[in-house]
């Protein structure tokens, strides 16, 4: 059995925030929710200041705290090495938020919209451009489409597009990428290969 392992090598991070966007655009990600985030550090004194970037996913933990904690087993720990969350499961109590350390889930406090990122298409706004989305993204389905998100792994609805308002979310590594033999999408955008 694979057992996934995530590896960042800090002293290559530029704190680009390349990892951050393609997370949010991977998926789809409610406004604010930042399953993916990248911390600045900074040491010294102007003008002799030295910066460091610390990126900040979900950490799949060998002993995860937050799943235990889950009264409704929403929150748990797949052979290889993934730490999820059963969407249709969790019941909103945020226990798993309090036991994390890193401080890496968030609660979805508002609805998916579902053109959330593409709020520009509208039938009121006239804009230069404007037009369907398949036009503007010439045939590519755009993140909140993707088919791979409506999908049950292992018989869960766990992936990133199925953001529900009352759960618990966090950072799944990508799991409908992982099932196809890809990478998640921060380390696949990632331009320092860290």
């Not at 087993?73 to 036991?99: M, N, P, S």
């Not at 009121?124 to 792994?153: C, F, M, Q, W």
């Not at 766990?158 to 979310?169: K, R, Y």
Request: charged share 25%; aromatic share 10%.
């Amino acid at each position: 059995m694979v057992h996934y392992a995530f590896v960042i090598d800090l002293a290559r991070c530029v704190g680009c925030r390349s990892c951050v966007e393609a997370c949010k655009v991977e998926n789809n990600t409610t406004k604010g929710i930042f399953w993916m985030d990248v911390l600045k550090m900074e040491e010294g004194e102007y003008p002799n200041v030295k910066y460091s970037f610390l990126p900040r996913p979900c950490q799949h933990c060998e002993d995860p705290s937050c799943a235990p904690v889950c009264p409704v087993g929403a929150r748990f720990k797949r052979e290889d090495g993934l730490v999820l969350t059963d969407f249709d499961r969790c019941i909103g109590c945020r226990y798993c938020l309090i036991a994390c350390p890193y401080g890496v889930g968030y609660f979805n406090w508002k609805p998916r919209e579902e053109n959330e990122y593409f709020d520009w298409e509208t039938k009121d706004t006239p804009a230069p451009g404007s037009g369907s989305i398949k036009d503007s993204t010439r045939g590519v389905l755009p993140p909140h489409k993707n088919p791979d998100h409506e999908r049950l792994y292992e018989g869960v609805n766990v992936s990133g597009g199925s953001h529900h308002m009352g759960v618990a979310e966090k950072c799944t590594w990508c799991v409908h990428r992982l099932e196809k033999g890809m990478s998640p999408a921060c380390v696949h955008m990632c331009p320092m290969f860290v």
